[in-house]
Structure formats: structure tokens, C-alpha cells
């Protein structure tokens, strides 16, 4: 979950609604718990592998699979230019210094290490993502008192866009979500374990997102002048809290842009011509996409995504054609 890094989709689709805000957080999350269990249901009952056969699986007709498949390859590609542009956004939010030092310095370290050997960078990030999530509950509940303002940052007190909102959130979250849950697959035994994972799922994401949401409420500025809002809360703490979150950061913003960059390239892979052509093509463009802005390419870009994700949830729960285990 993007959001993880640096909160600034916390906001964008819940940050005006005030208490209606959590509200519609957790609804997110209820869905999202939703979509994991029937993604694990579907994959479970029918043997499915892989996500290009779950695709086919849950979309009868050829062209709406293959519309479905072009989504999530271009949602990659975005999902790579934004961590590019969000680790740039580091450099000149805390460091000053300007954007296109940060974007050439992460796009060497991706070309590199997609050249190189990815399975250690991409696994850190089973570490870190855990580690990240501690340190911001830790936060958020240093800074508890910041929920007795929420109605002071109302912008629109709407139930119902909030709740549009989360349909929104949860989907443009499902498009990469459903490929990461389908790999579960094997580990599961029974019907049981399927739906105490969507339980914890649930109960998981709504505690780390309010968290989030209690930090953006604590930012004593115009959010919008932040491209890094829980960074920036992190330095109201201190400055172990920051350098320390910081660091974690950078790292989860790197290995995240080379997962996405990765799952891209992975079509290449027979081919090392093909291969590497592609790396460099997807890196050189990094650069000039990066000048758009990291808050820009988020408030762009993922309620666009969100409304395309809807296909895919819409195919997955009319999907009633299993079998037993």
C-alpha cells in the first residue's frame, strides 16, 4: 500500500471530510478485506496460480481481460514515476536540494539493480513494511492529541463523497493488490485461515491508516506546500524521529519503485536485448515524468486509476463459479 510511504493519498482521498474522513477510511478498509477474501476464495477453489489466469478467470469476455492487463501495466509504470518523483521530493523537502539530483540518483540505483540481481531489494521490503507500520502507530499515538482538532480541517463535512471517496481508495488499491494476494495462494489450507486473513486485514489497515490520518491532522501548515506530510510530522517530534524515518523512507521508496519497475520488466526477461532496452527507456523517462511533481502525479493520477479499478472489482464479485476444496 502506497500510502505507507508517505501519506499524501490519506489525504487526498479522506483529509477534508473531518470525522467522516475515518468513516470513509474505514469503509476503504472493509472493502479492500472484501476483495482480499474473494481474491483468495477464487484463486483457492479454482487452482489458480498466477494473476494472468485469474484474469481470465473472472473476465469471461477476452477483450475486457486484456483491457484489465493494460491497466494494471500502465498503473506499474505510474506506480514507478511516482516513488522516482517521491524519493526526489525527499531530497528538496528536507534536504533542499533540487529535484532532478534526488530523480538522477534513484534512477542510477534502479538501473543498477535491474541489472544486477533484484530478489534481495525486492524481499527487504517484507522487513521494512512491518518496521514502517510500527513507527507510525508509534507516532500517531505520540500525537493522539492532534484527533481533537479534526473538525477544524473540515473542508467538506460530506458523508457521501467520503464514502465515494473510499470506494475509490480501496479500488485503485485492489488493481495491485489482487496480483500480491494471488501469490498467497499456496499457503492456504482452509476456508477458516481465508477469513481470519481478510479479518486482519481489515482491522490492520484501518488502525495504520487512522494512524496516518491523526499524523496529517497534526501538520500545523498548508498540507499542500508538503510532498511528504508524515515526514514532516516525524521532524515536529524531533530529530531522531525524523532521520530515522527518514532513512526508512528512502529505502521503502526505493525498493517499491524497483518492484513496480521490476514487474514491468519481467515480461523482457527471455529477451536481454528487449531487457535491457526497456530499463533503459522506463528510467530515462522516469527523469523527464518526475518534473511533473510528486504531489501532481498523485492528485492526477490515482483517482483516475481508482475509477478503472472498479472494473476489476465489479468482474471479481459477480464471479460465482467455484469449486470445492
Known sequence: MQDLHHGKEIYLFFGIYGINGIIGIIISQIIIGIIVYKTLKVSKENNIENYSDFSKHINKTS???EITKKIINIFLLLSF??????????????????????????????????????????????????????????????????????????????????????????????????????????HIKSQQQIKIISILVIITLSILAISIYGLILKVDIDINKLELPTVYVAGMNGKIYKLIYGGIILVAIFTSSIAAGYSILENYIDNPKKYKKMAIIM????ILVSKIGFSTLINSLYPIFGLLGIIQILSLMKNNHTKTY
Not at 528510467?283 to 522516469?286: D, F, H, I, V, Y
Open 63 to 65: 477483450k475486457i481481460n
Open 283 to 286: 528510467c530515462t523517462s522516469g
Open 81 to 186: 514515476y511516482v516513488m522516482v518523483a517521491g524519493f526526489s521530493a525527499y531530497f528538496s523537502q528536507e534536504l533542499g536540494i533540487p529535484n532532478i539530483i534526488g530523480t538522477i540518483i534513484i534512477i542510477l540505483l534502479c538501473y543498477i539493480t535491474f541489472m544486477g540481481n533484484i530478489e534481495g531489494i525486492i524481499k527487504i521490503n517484507t522487513i521494512l513494511i512491518p518496521i514502517l507500520m510500527i513507527f507510525i502507530i508509534i507516532l500517531a499515538t505520540k500525537n493522539i492529541n492532534a484527533f481533537e482538532n479534526i473538525n477544524n480541517k473540515i473542508i467538506q463535512p460530506n458523508f457521501f463523497k467520503s464514502v465515494y471517496s473510499a470506494i475509490l481508495y480501496s479500488s485503485y488499491n485492489s488493481i495491485t493488490l489482487i496480483p500480491i494476494v494471488i501469490t498467497l495462494k499456496k
